[in-house]
Nanobody
């Protein structure tokens, strides 16, 4: 059973930075992709970024590209999302998710951490 626990959310002013963490357990993640998604009230869930656990290959959604950086620390089983130049529209509940490399669907999700960006 994969467990994903997010942390690092909070309230920040526009232009500020936050680093989210996702600690993963319950599996050996060498065959996994770990990703970040976000959802705000009334909007669909949005892909933010993902990283292949073994190769470190990354991908980003259009809203994150150039401002956010995803990384992982294999020794700590933790994935990070460094968010810079935050905007009020980045306000959302941010979720960590995991999928096997061979599947397109994220099957394991954390509970989420709230990010609020004030103008």
């Amino acid at each position: 059973q994969v467990q994903l626990v997010e942390s690092g959310g909070g309230l920040v002013q526009a232009g500020g930075s936050l680093r989210l963490s996702c600690t993963a357990s319950g599996r050996t993640f060498s065959s996994y992709v770990l990703g970040w998604f976000r959802q705000s009230p009334g909007k669909e869930r949005e892909f933010v970024a993902a990283i292949s656990w073994t190769s470190g290959t990354t991908s980003y959604g259009s809203s994150a590209r150039g401002r956010f950086t995803i990384s992982r620390d294999s020794a700590k089983n933790t994935v990070y999302l460094q968010m810079n130049s935050l905007k009020p529209e980045d306000t959302a509940l941010y979720y960590c998710a995991a999928r096997l490399i061979i599947t397109p669907t994220y099957g394991d999700w954390g509970q989420g951490t709230q990010v609020t960006v004030s103008s």
